[in-house]
């Protein structure tokens, strides 16, 4: 298959330049002015973006967690993720008890066959951090092509300090990069305690028993770990401000401290824990929403370099049959997770670019080149020939407003309902296949289920400053 995209503005992480893009097979072949191929399809992006696909390097396919399953599995996450021009993610995979990591690739390598409908990879999650699940750090790193590792600080199966530095000497030794999920486990455990003595177990109290200072702490520890391992490590959903200065001050320190935030960090408050009934439940995720000061904070970080990367944390559970399943009366009983992988290149878009809060360039890095970067996808993340055909064809002018019904995530809410938005996907391509489209009043699904690979990923490169 071939295609040609003619007269629209490419955009990479550092410009933007009118341009056609040629593109055949898997690849894009040549890029430049009136360009005289014989393609079997010919697009007019006259007016539009011509974007490479964004890259959620964050998301919990059929999730396991507090007695429920987070709802999409790979055929519908990738579908919803192609309609909202995200061609490729980066799933997790939760190690279970007594599993190697190699074991737990395969398990998940099982649920994405035939399923997915773009490109995915694995991060494995270490929860049983065995001598031996820390000796192959290094497969997992240079043969498995899985080289980040997420490890939890906080839940049940968090791991303690000791167990994170034999973790980071493993990671700098093999060209890992450990992923932290950072929360004071000791901090919400008493915070729960004295908010059940006083019967306050709405979901509003999940915000109250995790405050900021939680999330800073765990954060300043963890760059403690790194400063004496002389290492790198990467903070998953960032959320407060004042764990945004930690990393700051370590970073000007000159220690090696990636970070990634949320649209949802970005967008919504604290205040959503208000909304009538149990609709807070909703938004019951953790790290919690904060204030507007946080979200303020944490665009500075964007544009300052201090984040690089935007993800979702997409962990899609119901409202209905999930959320209000055993948490009704207990926000600690709530399953925590929010959908999110359909909405986060035109909320981006619409709320950061459009809104002057950042650039389109720099969209266009915290989405794709810089997450592909970071993760080892050399393939991926740029519109540059002999990379990926993963792109998208935007219209920054096209409106759509967001309803759960126009979406395709298996999920029964979005918590972005009603919000209007402003640009989005005309076309997706994932290695040169058409996946998505818009049509009429939103994007639809127009590939195959099954057309998606695992990628396997280079080692982290230690000698790229962080
Ligand atoms: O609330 C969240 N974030 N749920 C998903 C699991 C995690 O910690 O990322
Ligand atoms: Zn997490
Ligand atoms: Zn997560």
Redesign the pocket.
């Known amino acids: 298959m071939s295609v040609l995209i003619k007269g629209g503005q490419v955009v990479t992480s550092s410009n933007r330049y009118q341009a056609d893009v040629y593109v055949e097979g898997d690849k894009i072949k040549a890029i430049g002015t009136d360009l005289d191929y014989q393609a079997e399809e010919v697009v007019d992006a006259s007016g539009k973006y011509v974007l490479p696909g964004a890259i959620d390097p964050?998301t919990?396919i059929l999730?396991p967690?507090m007695g429920a399953h987070a709802k999409d599995d790979y055929e519908t996450g990738t579908i919803a993720a192609a309609c909202g021009g995200v061609t490729s993610i980066i799933d997790?995979d939760v190690q279970q008890k007594g599993e190697s990591l190699l074991d737990a690739l395969n398990r998940k390598k099982e649920l994405a066959r035939d399923k997915v409908a773009v490109d995915y990879s694995l991060h494995p999650a270490i929860t049983d951090p065995r001598a031996d699940v820390i000796a192959e750090v290094e497969k997992a790193a240079r043969e498995y092509g899985t080289p980040s590792f997420k490890i939890?600080m906080v839940?049940d199966f968090r791991v303690d300090d000791a167990t994170m530095i034999k973790l980071l000497q493993a990671t700098k030794k093999h060209g890992g990069l450990v992923q932290v999920?950072a929360e004071n486990f000791y901090i919400i455990q008493y915070l729960n305690e004295v908010l059940e003595s006083q019967g306050k177990l709405s979901p509003y109290h999940h915000a109250l028993s995790r405050p900021n200072i939680a999330e800073q702490e765990a954060v300043s520890r963890a760059t403690k770990m790194v400063e004496l391992t002389d290492s790198r490590i990467y903070i998953?959903?960032l959320s407060s401000k004042e764990a945004l200065w930690t990393i700051k001050e370590a970073r000007d320190r000159g220690l090696n401290i990636l970070a990634e935030t949320c649209p949802q960090y970005l967008l919504l408050n604290e205040d959503r824990y208000q909304e009538p009934g149990f609709n807070g439940a909703k938004y019951?995720?953790?790290?919690p929403l904060r204030t507007e000061e946080s979200s303020l904070a944490l665009w500075e970080g964007l544009r300052g370099g201090d984040v690089q990367v935007v993800a979702t944390?997409h962990?899609p559970f119901d409202f209905k049959g999930n959320k209000d399943m055993f948490g009704q009366n207990d926000y600690k009983k709530i399953p925590?997770?929010?959908p999110g992988v359909e909405t986060l290149l035109m909320l981006m878009h619409s709320e950061g670019v459009k809104k002057g809060r950042l650039s389109l360039e720099k969209m266009v890095d915290f989405l794709s080149t810089s997450t592909a970067r970071i993760f080892g996808m050399k393939d991926k993340g740029e519109i540059a020939a002999g990379k990926d055909a993963d792109i998208v064809v935007f219209d920054p002018g096209q409106k759509f407003t967001i309803t759960k019904d126009r979406l395709h995530m298996n999920v029964d809410y979005t918590p972005y309902e009603g919000l209007e938005v402003t640009g989005m996907p005309s076309l997706v391509y994932s290695r040169g296949k058409k996946v998505a489209k818009w049509q009429d009043d939103r994007v639809e699904f127009v590939g195959r289920p099954g057309n998606g690979r695992f990628v396997k990923r280079e080692p982290f490169d230690y000698t790229d400053p962080a």
Not at 284 to 287: A, D, E, G, L
């Open positions: 964050h919990h999730l967690f997790f939890f839940y999920h998953v959903h019951v995720m953790s790290p944390d962990c925590n997770g929010a």
